[in-house]
């Protein structure tokens, strides 16, 4: 999630496991220690584009790196305290601060891992990206209410308030479970109503909110995959809404780039944003050189819309060279004012 979410979550966990006397400190410990994680982005290269891909939200944020993220963060405070700086320090002994430290830098990777990003949480032992599709990856519903809690609470100097503000959390996150499957099951309904049969579906909360979700499944027809991409408002208090479907081709390197050796670093490249994009790959256009523009499906600017966020674009006839990561964010001052209506039931025709 965003940077002040993830410093919010990190200080009410803190405050909510405070002793008398260390609130405020554990609160300012565990804001800016749950932001620590995403320095992960720092690892690029100018060479290859796809580097960042790899270890955003990786190694960094594993339950298995949680302890050695805490442990030597311990090291680096630990001359502070004899230092007229670290004096708030003092009154925390090295073990109670690494639970400290701990619990915050742990909420990191399992908050990301309630995104729709995908985040790496059993690494090394499993590459798998996890993403529970509850919440987005920025979302004032849950951020603003927690922040409000967790000024309370450091008023207070109360642990009770920030128990409160964690709880909160949690209620949020249910509610998106609770969303999620409800969208998921209107997903279905709504491609059985076309006659698709779904090899594959995913739903995905957009920005702000959970009342509206990005819903894609994929048909596959005489070996041609195609992607098929609404927008989904299960009804609250009123009746099922959608918006009408776009499709597009799955990728298929046999048809679409015929000619590129697999052991070739373009078509490597290829399949590293295969596992990062969990193979929700598709086929957008050719450039003017005829260079493939593959996209991740799961992501657009508006839910209703095929055109991903972001992509790869491939030269066939240069395969020695890595790719071009880009990103497709084109906005037009019809684009916000678009997500609110469709957020609201705006656009979007009663499903039945």
């Not at 690892?43 to 790196?65: G, V």
């Not at 919440?135 to 809690?149: H, R």
């Not at 100097?157 to 999620?180: D, E, K, M, N, T």
Request: proline share 5%; with cysteine.
């Amino acid at each position: 999630m965003d940077p002040l979410t993830q410093g919010v979550v990190g200080a009410i966990a803190t405050q909510a496991i405070a002793r008398p006397g260390e609130h405020r400190t554990a609160a300012v410990l565990g804001f800016v220690t749950a932001t620590l994680a995403d320095l992960d982005v720092l690892i690029r290269s100018a060479e290859d584009p796809l580097l960042f891909l790899e270890y955003h939200r990786q190694f960094t944020h594993s339950l298995f790196f949680i302890p050695i993220a805490a442990a030597c963060l311990v090291a680096l405070l630990h001359p502070l305290r004899s230092l007229r700086v670290g004096a708030f320090l003092r009154h925390i002994d090295p073990r109670r601060l690494w639970i400290l430290l701990a619990v915050a830098y742990g909420t990191h990777g399992l908050l990301d891992a309630c995104t729709t990003y995908g985040t790496s949480l059993l690494w090394p032992l499993s590459e798998v990206r996890v993403a529970w599709n509850l919440v987005g990856v920025v979302d004032p519903g849950v951020t603003l209410p927690a922040a409000l809690l967790m000024i309370v609470a450091w008023r207070r100097r109360s642990a009770r308030w920030g128990r409160v503000a964690v709880a909160w959390v949690l209620a949020y996150l249910c509610l998106g479970l609770v969303q999620r499957e409800r969208a998921e099951t209107l997903l279905h309904r709504v491609a059985e109503a076309r006659g698709d049969v779904a090899t594959r579906a995913i739903v995905k909360p957009t920005l702000l909110n959970l009342a509206l979700w990005r819903g894609v499944w994929r048909t596959d027809d005489r070996g041609r995959g195609v992607y098929h991409v609404a927008a989904l408002r299960p009804g609250l208090f009123g009746p099922d809404r959608t918006s009408f479907v776009s499709r597009g081709a799955a990728l298929d390197l046999g048809r679409d780039l015929p000619s590129l050796e697999s052991d070739s670093v373009a078509a490597r490249d290829i399949e590293r944003f295969r596992h990062f994009s969990d193979d929700w790959l598709v086929a957008v256009e050719r450039d003017e050189d005829g260079r493939l523009l593959i996209g991740d499906c799961r992501y657009a600017l508006l839910p209703d819309q095929i055109r991903p966020l972001w992509g790869i674009r491939v030269d066939s006839s240069r395969p020695d060279r890595h790719v071009e990561f880009l990103t497709l964010r084109e906005v037009t001052p019809e684009t916000l004012p678009r997500l609110r209506r469709m957020i609201f039931g705006g656009e979007l025709p009663v499903f039945e």
